[in-house]
């Protein structure tokens, strides 16, 4: 999800110390960028790796680029998907800024960074980080994140990808009708072919196919963990060897044909006018796209404050059963997991308005509609002693939806798995990504909460995940100097790596024990987990 403000917005950087780099050879297509020879990155933008998904190709699943002849420029910022809001603003404040990138139907593309010497030709092989965006599967773009804010880092130890798929009504229409005749889920579907492109490509860039770590923020994170439990766990070729996840998004996941997506989809047709045709998918496909939007834009505001209406389901292939049974099961893919949440996820979700009536027993009912009265008196229990009623309802929020995934993800890699927990004030959903990302703060500098500008504190943090994808080990460091004390796996003693600071602002990154009562409340989501869909 990244944050509601700043998921649709792209920038374009074309800068005076770029030059040509040599022509990288994909098969289909040849392809030359740009390489920076002051830092000596070199930067492949807006790659296509699948064929528009336009016409007979809308709702389905991702297919082969065409052949193109001549050689292509990777040198500008890509179009960006189709976007939209969770319904908390009638209007999007980012919509002016967003005209340096296009919004396309045509957007399959991603965009490579690494490490090069002066004439563009790489350093590899080096471990590969495969960035997949968030924006509650709504919105955001591959132009958004700087891989040379990654790469810089990690000490230019990695090779950057970064990929775009298809948001809202286009990536993940549900319901029978398109289980017929077209791709449910089409927008992981579309991720997973990203990453055969990188299995395929990537080491005519430098990047070690073997040595791929997938990571996400929030819906992209909530992809990571959709990847980690595709196909049983037992997707081949391998794609990944590890995972991380930053505030991984877990909302209710239901089978592709209940009640709820049955309903979306029949929405969709209502307002594409539609409902008369005779095939209903025949006439979305034909639908103008601008009709499309519309009907992406109003269904996914009316839904639930806080709430994403387009959303993955169990659609019986690719996604097997619900993602929380999997990992109970320890049907996964990958090798290891690295895991970071922030403290109070669940605030930016819930209308801080709402507090003289805010009650956790009736959120959870809002929230999850297949609850039972039983279930959520249990909520009301479980939460009483938490605060406000309104902070209880804002952890119901962020614990059901965000952390407690977590935890039940470094269950399912258990002996493989590190976790953190960014406390920063005021620790909200999606303030961490700053850390790692900062040309955030110059490209979105109206749109961002200054940073805790401690060098030592930024280094720890952000050197974390870079450590991690470069040797699985967050202890194993990219720059010895970090102040992150010994790291151990989540599993011994239930412990966390906590980056805080003091009210003097003094820098905290210590090993703190997961709190038991969070870990109870976590097994009472777990348990529930066929009444919330996940």
């Given at each position: 999800?990244?944050?509601?403000?700043r998921?649709?917005?792209?920038?374009?950087?074309i800068l005076?110390?770029?030059?040509?780099?040599?022509?990288?050879?994909?098969?289909?297509?040849?392809?030359?960028?740009?390489?920076?020879?002051?830092?000596?990155?070199?930067?492949?933008?807006?790659?296509?790796?699948?064929?528009?998904?336009?016409?007979?190709?809308r709702?389905?699943?991702?297919?082969?680029?065409?052949?193109?002849?001549?050689?292509?420029?990777?040198?500008?910022?890509?179009?960006?998907?189709?976007?939209?809001?969770?319904?908390?603003?009638?209007?999007?404040?980012?919509?002016?800024?967003?005209?340096?990138?296009?919004?396309?139907?045509?957007?399959?593309?991603?965009?490579?960074y690494?490490?090069?010497?002066?004439?563009?030709?790489?350093?590899?092989?080096?471990?590969?980080i495969?960035?997949?965006?968030?924006g509650?599967?709504?919105?955001?773009?591959?132009?958004?994140?700087?891989?040379?804010?990654?790469?810089?880092?990690?000490?230019?130890?990695v090779?950057?990808?970064?990929?775009?798929?298809?948001?809202?009504?286009?990536?993940?229409?549900?319901?029978?009708?398109?289980?017929?005749?077209?791709?449910?889920?089409?927008?992981?579907l579309?991720?997973?072919?990203?990453?055969?492109?990188?299995?395929?490509?990537?080491?005519?860039?430098?990047?070690?196919?073997?040595?791929?770590?997938?990571?996400?923020?929030?819906?992209?994170?909530?992809?990571v963990?959709?990847?980690?439990?595709?196909?049983?766990?037992q997707?081949?070729?391998?794609?990944?060897?590890?995972?991380i996840?930053s505030?991984a998004?877990?909302?209710?996941?239901?089978?592709?044909?209940?009640?709820?997506?049955?309903?979306?989809?029949?929405?969709?047709?209502?307002?594409?006018?539609?409902?008369?045709?005779?095939?209903?998918l025949?006439?979305?496909?034909?639908?103008?796209?601008?009709?499309?939007?519309?009907?992406?834009?109003?269904?996914?505001g009316?839904?639930?404050?806080?709430?994403?209406?387009?959303v993955?389901?169990?659609?019986?292939?690719?996604?097997t059963?619900?993602?929380?049974?999997?990992?109970?099961?320890?049907?996964?893919?990958?090798?290891?997991?690295?895991?970071?949440?922030?403290?109070f996820?669940?605030?930016?979700?819930?209308?801080q308005?709402?507090?003289?009536?805010?009650?956790?027993?009736?959120y959870?009912?809002?929230?999850?509609?297949?609850?039972?009265?039983?279930?959520?008196?249990?909520?009301?229990?479980?939460?009483?002693?938490?605060?406000?009623?309104?902070?209880?309802?804002?952890?119901v929020?962020g614990?059901?939806?965000?952390?407690?995934?977590?935890?039940?993800?470094?269950?399912?890699?258990?002996?493989?798995?590190?976790?953190?927990e960014?406390?920063?004030?005021?620790?909200?959903?999606?303030?961490?990504?700053?850390?790692?990302?900062?040309?955030?703060?110059t490209?979105?500098?109206?749109?961002?909460?200054?940073?805790?500008?401690?060098?030592?504190?930024?280094?720890?943090?952000?050197?974390?995940?870079?450590?991690?994808?470069?040797?699985?080990?967050?202890?194993?460091?990219?720059?010895?100097?970090?102040?992150?004390?010994?790291?151990?796996?989540?599993?011994?003693g239930?412990?966390?790596?906590?980056?805080?600071?003091?009210?003097?602002?003094?820098?905290?990154?210590?090993?703190?024990?997961?709190?038991?009562?969070?870990?109870?409340?976590?097994?009472?989501w777990?348990?529930?987990?066929?009444?919330?869909?996940?």
């Amino acid at each position: 999800m990244l944050s509601r403000a700043r998921t649709c917005a792209a920038i374009l950087f074309i800068l005076p110390w770029a030059m040509a780099t040599p022509v990288i050879d994909l098969g289909y297509a040849q392809y030359q960028g740009t390489v920076n020879t002051t830092t000596n990155i070199t930067t492949f933008l807006g790659i296509r790796y699948a064929a528009p998904p336009v016409g007979n190709l809308r709702f389905r699943a991702p297919q082969s680029p065409p052949d193109v002849t001549g050689v292509q420029q990777a040198t500008t910022q890509p179009n960006q998907c189709f976007q939209a809001g969770d319904g908390t603003s009638a209007t999007n404040p980012l919509k002016p800024r967003a005209v340096d990138v296009l919004t396309s139907e045509d957007c399959l593309f991603l965009s490579v960074y690494y490490p090069s010497d002066g004439g563009g030709r790489p350093n590899g092989p080096l471990p590969v980080i495969v960035w997949i965006h968030g924006g509650g599967y709504l919105a955001g773009s591959a132009s958004m994140y700087r891989g040379t804010d990654l790469m810089a880092q990690s000490n230019q130890g990695v090779v950057v990808v970064t990929i775009q798929y298809r948001l809202g009504v286009f990536g993940f229409l549900p319901g029978v009708e398109v289980k017929k005749n077209g791709a449910l889920n089409a927008g992981l579907l579309d991720q997973d072919f990203a990453l055969r492109w990188v299995n395929k490509h990537i080491s005519k860039f430098g990047g070690d196919p073997s040595k791929v770590v997938i990571w996400g923020q929030s819906a992209g994170a909530g992809s990571v963990l959709q990847h980690i439990v595709a196909n049983n766990g037992q997707t081949k070729p391998q794609l990944f060897r590890s995972a991380i996840t930053s505030s991984a998004f877990l909302p209710s996941q239901y089978q592709y044909n209940d009640r709820i997506p049955e309903l979306v989809y029949s929405e969709v047709v209502a307002q594409t006018n539609c409902s008369a045709a005779a095939d209903s998918l025949t006439c979305l496909r034909a639908a103008d796209v601008n009709a499309l939007e519309n009907a992406n834009i109003n269904i996914s505001g009316a839904g639930f404050y806080g709430t994403y209406t387009f959303v993955p389901v169990v659609d019986g292939e690719f996604i097997t059963q619900r993602p929380t049974l999997s990992l109970a099961q320890g049907k996964v893919n990958g090798e290891a997991l690295l895991s970071v949440t922030n403290a109070f996820e669940g605030r930016s979700f819930v209308n801080q308005s709402t507090a003289a009536t805010a009650n956790a027993t009736e959120y959870a009912l809002d929230l999850f509609p297949n609850l039972g009265s039983a279930q959520a008196e249990e909520v009301g229990i479980l939460y009483a002693g938490l605060g406000t009623p309104l902070f209880q309802t804002n952890a119901v929020q962020g614990e059901s939806i965000l952390i407690c995934p977590t935890y039940f993800l470094l269950h399912a890699f258990a002996g493989r798995s590190f976790k953190g927990e960014f406390a920063i004030p005021p620790a909200v959903h999606a303030l961490d990504v700053e850390y790692y990302f900062p040309s955030l703060l110059t490209d979105f500098p109206d749109l961002t909460i200054p940073i805790f500008n401690n060098t030592a504190f930024v280094d720890a943090f952000a050197q974390t995940f870079t450590s991690f994808a470069i040797s699985l080990d967050p202890n194993i460091k990219v720059d010895p100097r970090s102040i992150t004390p010994k790291w151990n796996k989540w599993d011994v003693g239930q412990t966390e790596m906590l980056f805080n600071k003091t009210d003097t602002d003094a820098p905290v990154v210590r090993p703190v024990k997961t709190d038991d009562a969070l870990l109870e409340r976590c097994r009472f989501w777990q348990r529930v987990g066929d009444l919330t869909a996940q």
